[in-house]
């Protein structure tokens, strides 16, 4: 990989042997290894070892998961939120498992729309809960940086299961919570 970014950096008309480039090709080859670290984890193995039963049968939510990725289009970074609810049919999952799964897709090359549903469905599968439901929140550098350059525009993507896409109550419910003010002091 490093001899990739050399080549890139000649590519581009610099020299990699000047001073502050030196250690470039090597930096860009670590970070690209943790910015693609969700392609060496198992959801299933996250969510699975940390199940526990349970009689709760409302809606467990974690919301405002900060996520980075990258565009599988350009390699340029996508940076957004999720938010993650399921309801229990028996068992829950430890809450730390909810943002390290979101973090599996996202560190992964990605599009937006597929990652929010293999959110959704990785914790349909491992927990088998009466309805998952997911919003991503994200800005694109590809669209920002590049292209349209249209600063600041946010793209919203969803995947709901079971509950939240048969009953109208449970999924307003989701989307009151997700979009109501939390204080930030509490």
Not at 16 to 22: A, C, I, N, T, W
Not at 71 to 85: D, F, N, Q
Not at 86 to 99: A, C, E, N, Q, R
Request: glycine share 6%; net charge negative.
């Amino acid at each position: 990989m490093e001899q990739a970014v050399e080549t890139i950096l000649r590519n581009l008309g610099e020299d990699p042997d000047r001073e502050g480039l030196l250690k470039t090709p090597h930096r860009v080859a670590k970070a690209l290894e943790f910015l693609t670290e969700g392609y060496r984890q198992d959801p299933a193995e996250i969510l699975g070892e940390a199940l526990f039963t349970s009689s709760n049968d409302e809606m467990v939510l974690v919301r405002d998961i900060e996520f980075y990725s990258l565009c599988e289009h350009h390699m340029l970074p996508i940076i957004g939120r999720a938010h993650v609810a399921y309801i229990p049919d028996g068992k829950v999952v430890g809450l730390s498992k909810i943002p390290r799964v979101v973090n599996v897709f996202a560190r992964r090359l990605q599009i937006q729309e597929q990652m929010t549903e293999q959110i959704a469905d990785a914790i349909s599968e491992a927990i088998r809960p009466k309805g998952v439901a997911v919003v991503v929140h994200a800005r694109h550098m590809c669209m920002e940086m590049r292209g349209v350059e249209k600063i600041n525009s946010t793209t919203v993507t969803s995947a709901l299961r079971g509950l939240f896409k048969k009953d109208l109550r449970t999924r307003n419910e989701f989307y009151d919570l997700i979009n109501a003010h939390v204080p930030a002091n509490f």
